[in-house]
């Protein structure tokens, strides 16, 4: 049976690592700190963002690292990169703090803007998905398990919506516009909710309000490589290391690539 390209393959290694090291604190009675912006903290990051660094540094100790539990470096000397990984260590961590298991590990490669690779692990059922830029999405069920090549779906009627599980916003009326009124939604946390649409199990998901780059970059690249996209609200496709501000713009994940998002996305805006 085929399997991931070997550099994906590395990387995701990294990333089973650091899920291990987050499944030690997952079982443990783990204590949670409030970041400066009101966002939960617990060992459990701060454990898989060595882990990742550790493991990345192995790999290319010159490469550039920018991650959510590490400090970030001014526009002044990003905005020089043109190759650098993007890592969010424990993406939902909210999730993770509710113990309903759906969090992930994200380590995404961007070159000139682009997430060319992406690693996203879900540590409590040992999924693991991978991407590599005109090579395919894949994914592995469990460890040393076999891969299989993944894809979306031709939309379906009624449409299946991933929303978020804990930042629920007022979104019907654009999703109304631009799938019609006759879906269904299913909550689910973290970078999850893209790769559910790459495996072809949903076919939707919109995100009103913020996100980080490291939320999506990982995911972005399991999804581009299945057949989706992700797109800001003018039907652009994502863009990483953009300028100072490291937010991403508001946007919606689709799975079918058939359909002309960006002009619905412009009817919608007009209407």
Not at 31 to 57: E, W
Not at 191 to 210: H, M, N, P
Request: net charge negative.
């Amino acid at each position: 049976m085929s399997a991931a390209p070997a550099f994906a393959r590395q990387i995701g290694e990294i990333a089973r690592a650091a899920g291990a090291a987050i499944m030690a604190v997952y079982r443990s009675d783990f204590a949670v700190q409030t970041k400066a912006d009101a966002s939960p903290l617990t060992a459990a990051d701060l454990a898989a963002q060595q882990v990742i660094l550790t493991g990345l540094a192995g790999l290319d100790p010159l490469l550039p690292v920018l991650s959510e539990e590490a400090k970030a470096l001014p526009w002044s000397e990003r905005q020089h990169w043109s190759r650098y990984w993007l890592v969010d260590p424990l993406d939902g961590t909210r999730e993770f703090v509710k113990r309903n298991g759906e969090f992930t590990v994200n380590i995404a490669l961007i070159d000139q803007q682009q997430s060319v690779l992406g690693a996203v692990l879900a540590p409590v059922t040992g999924e693991l998905y991978l991407a590599a830029r005109g090579q395919g999405a894949w994914l592995q069920t469990q460890a040393e398990g076999d891969w299989q090549r993944i894809s979306t779906r031709p939309l379906q009627q009624p449409p299946l919506v991933a929303g978020s599980r804990s930042h629920g916003g007022s979104q019907r009326a654009l999703l109304e516009q631009l799938v019609g009124s006759d879906y269904e939604l299913v909550p689910l946390g973290s970078s999850l909710k893209f790769c559910l649409i790459a495996r072809g199990a949903a076919d939707v998901y919109l995100r009103l309000g913020l996100t980080s780059e490291w939320d999506t970059a990982a995911a972005q690249c399991v999804l581009d490589e299945a057949g989706g996209a992700v797109l800001d609200l003018a039907g652009r496709p994502f863009r990483y290391n953009r300028g100072e501000s490291l937010l991403n713009p508001e946007f919606i994940a689709v799975g079918d690539g058939t359909i002309d998002w960006a002009a619905r996305l412009r009817a919608a805006v007009q209407s």
